[in-house]
């Protein structure tokens, strides 16, 4: 029952992988390219040069912990054009 509360908080079209503690949610590469408006082509070569947020690689499938998503979008927030990344 615990479980099916966690599984049926998380987002519609993400995934969930649900330990005893905590709900960890996860983004597809589609899912993460909707929200940041941006094409799967430019995420693909951001992991390929190493940039963008962390992921996870399960065989032929990206994930990307929203956790890990979270703190890039925080990390790259800017005040000015001229501040330094």
């Known amino acids: 029952m615990e479980q099916e509360k966690s599984a049926a908080a998380v987002a519609p079209g993400t995934t969930a992988n649900v330990t005893a503690n905590a709900a960890v949610r996860h983004l597809s590469q589609d ?3 909707q929200r940041w408006q941006v094409s799967t082509h430019t995420l693909e070569r951001w992991r390929s040069g190493g940039l963008g947020p ?3 690689k399960l ?4 994930r990307y912990p929203l956790s890990d998503v979270e703190a890039f979008e925080t990390k ?3 005040s000015s054009t001229s501040e330094a990344a």
């Open 54 to 56: 962390k992921f996870l």
């Open 76 to 78: 790259s927030r800017r």
């Open 59 to 62: 065989g032929n499938q990206v």
């Open 31 to 33: 899912e993460l390219s």
